[in-house]
């Protein structure tokens, strides 16, 4: 009987032990860190004519200075802009993160603030996530007026896209992690 209870309780033991000895598993997603973004293009198509307009920082913040194109645009046009964000801090092995915004598109949304935005440019979100609320890599553009001032494009993450004024491009409600906010002088000529 003695035995019996022993070894009873050595199973008990080994089946508890093995139980709680089990492998991690991992996120198939991975554990949603922020990615290095070191590459934002605007892609501004007008006729059939397509302008780049580019902000690159390969080593990131705090390295060398970022490069930024100024946008130049004309009046009185309707223009799309499509924007591309990269991860390009190893060239020979560029990594496209648009692919995972579109992915991920509720829980990402881009914003456009600015005297740009306020003064010469109205700027429509052209595409949806699948609660119907916008993402912001796609958008049309419509020059109003001639001037120049500053576009500040900003890529927040795990946002709140239901709080109030987000649908129309307002970020002090959203909340969420910025990813990138990245400033570009506008001409509109």
């Known amino acids: 009987m003695k035995l019996n209870r022993t070894l009873l309780l050595l199973f008990l033991v080994l089946a508890i032990g093995f139980s709680s000895c089990k492998k991690k598993e991992e996120d198939p997603k991975g554990d949603n860190e922020s990615e290095l973004i070191t590459t934002v293009k605007l892609k501004f198509t007008e006729g059939g004519t397509v302008r780049t307009f ?15 194109d100024n946008i130049i645009l004309n009046n009185g046009r309707t223009y799309t802009m499509e924007i591309e964000v ?4 190893n060239p020979a092995k560029a990594v496209d993160i648009t692919k995972e915004i579109s992915e991920e598109a509720d829980e990402h949304q881009f914003f456009f603030t600015g005297s740009a935005v306020a003064n010469l440019l109205t700027i429509t979100y052209d ?19 001639t001037g120049t001032g500053q576009l500040t494009v900003t890529l927040r993450h795990e946002l709140n896209k239901a709080a109030s004024g987000v649908a129309n491009g307002q970020i002090a409600n959203a909340g969420g992690e910025t990813d990138i906010e990245v400033t570009f002088n506008v001409t509109v000529q």
């Open 54 to 68: 580019t902000f690159r920082d390969l080593d990131g913040a705090g390295g060398n200075a970022p490069v930024i």
């Open 86 to 89: 990269l991860d390009e801090s």
């Open 127 to 145: 595409d949806r996530d699948r609660n119907n609320r916008p993402v912001g890599l796609k958008n049309r553009i419509a020059t109003r007026s």
